[in-house]
């Protein structure tokens, strides 16, 4: 029951499959259940499955021979992961590990990858998909190449806002659905902590933000939403 709930038209994954592809992909998949930490695969690892997340946050790690991080992103709920290398690659390229206590429901990366190329429909969304995810990347490294850190860390700010901000129903204010450290978004902006940490204090004096025990409030939606378009 908890996959027929999840797995249906109203997410964009599965928009425009029939009825009979839906009811194939619910009953060829499975829900698991990870605690915070837990690894779901690692690069290298044979690509054997999808997962799509019902409840929880994800982040995407990938690192370089030396092992440090060169890319780290967070995914949250009713998403499914990871698409990049659909139909190519035979192993993952990156590990995903839950930020969260999470669900997911794991579906065969064969199966599906079956299902979507008979279905033209969806298989062009899976492409409109995959290319609004590509003009964030791009525009992440287009400001990820300034020397200007405060720019950085504004763009890795204003991507998670479009990643994993939620509406608070009491406050009505937009914050982030998981805890995040200051070492994430140094991370995610190629800046040391120090560094990220004097910048955030900035934005909380200026009221962009809200910042306390690894809890993210936007204040200035506006503000990040329009780095995201420039």
Request: glycine share 4%; with cysteine.
């Amino acid at each position: 029951m908890e996959i027929e709930k999840a797995i249906t038209r109203h997410n964009k994954h599965f928009q425009y499959f029939t009825d009979q592809e839906l009811d194939l992909i619910q009953h060829n998949s499975l829900v698991r259940k990870y605690h915070k930490r837990q690894v779901l695969y690692s690069p290298g690892d044979d690509r054997t499955n999808l997962y799509f997340l019902k409840a929880g946050t994800i982040r995407i790690e990938k690192t370089d021979s030396s092992g440090e991080f060169i890319y780290l992103q967070f995914i949250s709920k009713e998403d499914l992961f990871p698409l990049i290398g659909l139909f190519y690659d035979d192993v993952y390229s990156s590990a995903a590990i839950a930020q969260t206590d999470i669900e997911v429901i794991v579906i065969p990366v064969k199966f599906f990858e079956h299902l979507l190329s008979n279905n033209t429909q969806q298989l062009t969304k899976y492409i409109q998909i995959q290319s609004d995810a590509l003009k964030i990347k791009l525009l992440k490294i287009q400001k990820g190449t300034t020397s200007n850190t405060y720019d950085r860390v504004i763009t890795s700010l204003a991507i998670l806002f479009n990643d994993l901000a939620e509406q608070n129903q009491t406050t009505g204010q937009m914050e982030l659905s998981c805890p995040i450290t200051i070492t994430d978004i140094s991370i995610m902006s190629g800046t040391t902590r120090e560094t990220t940490s004097s910048i955030m204090k900035q934005l909380v004096q200026t009221n962009r933000i809200c910042y306390n025990h690894k809890q993210l409030i936007f204040l200035d939606n506006t503000f990040f939403i329009e780095r995201l378009k420039n």
